[in-house]
């Protein structure tokens, strides 16, 4: 083992980094955006391990010992957490900030690991002294840790579902495959709105909502080396064009990700909604990126996006017909 790394040195600016990207010049310091931060460096450092799960376990187990608590038990309100698509960028940061100081690293994965939970241990004791109890902030932790994981599995695993079962066995092009996982996308994100929210839904607008959740699709292909660009939208329909959803894509890939998501317990169509988006950007980026890419970026950027907002849009209009 090596011990030529100046631990405390290290503590101090990973510290320092984590509240300065959680801190706006006039609102102070976000202690939920720090809190999902926290969440994204605790899964980059379980990923390095084999079992990242069951390393993740261990170090709530090892967490809660060290603070002398348990995470606050029960149902959470719905209000408690961010939405899915802010858990997913925030989380993200924290695990890009973890990578750089990764990179300097010169011990062994768990001394890096228990630097971060000395760290979190004690951030989050000192949030208790300003009156914020240590045991509701740990259970927003593990809440928010444990989403961020199962987005970076989701992505992996639905894609490597796609690519076995779909591409192997079955001949899909990577088209096929982008399209699929965007359109699955596209229509969780219907199915997780309620029916008047949905039928509100008028020609070829384009809702926040469904901004927010491509956001995911395109930040984690432009992660991955995907050229970043204004070209996700170019040729998508206009309004006096039929909606156009790949049904037959959606029917063969739904199944796949409705047994994933029963296998890892994410029951929240949004959250679904998300993970698909996820898996999408990380498909487009197997296919476009690299220097000899086997689909140009900028086919397969806008076929992702029409994929998920064409049969979002599909769904959205089935909702409308039937509340009339």
Known sequence: MFVLTNKPEMGARLYAGLIELATDPERGTDAMQLIQLMAGVL??????????????????????RMLCCEPVSGPLAASALPPAHIIDCETERGRAAAREFFEEWLDCAFEFHDLILVIVHNIIVSWEEDGQPRAETLRLLVECTKRCMAFEIAAQELCDIVIEKKVASEGWSMGDCIAALSAVSGRRLALSLDTDSCSTFRGADIPEILDQVSYVMTQEAIRLGVPAGSDWRFGLPANDIPINAPVNLISGMEPYCTSFFQAIGQECPYE?????????????????????????????????????????????????????
């Open 272 to 324: 679904q909604a998300v993970s698909c988006a996820k898996a999408a950007g990380r498909m487009v980026a197997v296919a476009a990126g690299g220097a000899l890419p086997e689909l140009e970026p900028a086919i397969a950027k806008p076929l992702a996006m029409a994929a998920m907002t064409e049969t979002y849009k599909s769904v959205c209009i089935e909702y409308a017909i039937a509340s009339y």
């Open 43 to 64: 899964v980059e450092t379980y990923l390095v391990f084999e079992q990242p799960d069951e390393t993740m376990e261990a170090s709530f187990d090892r967490l809660s």
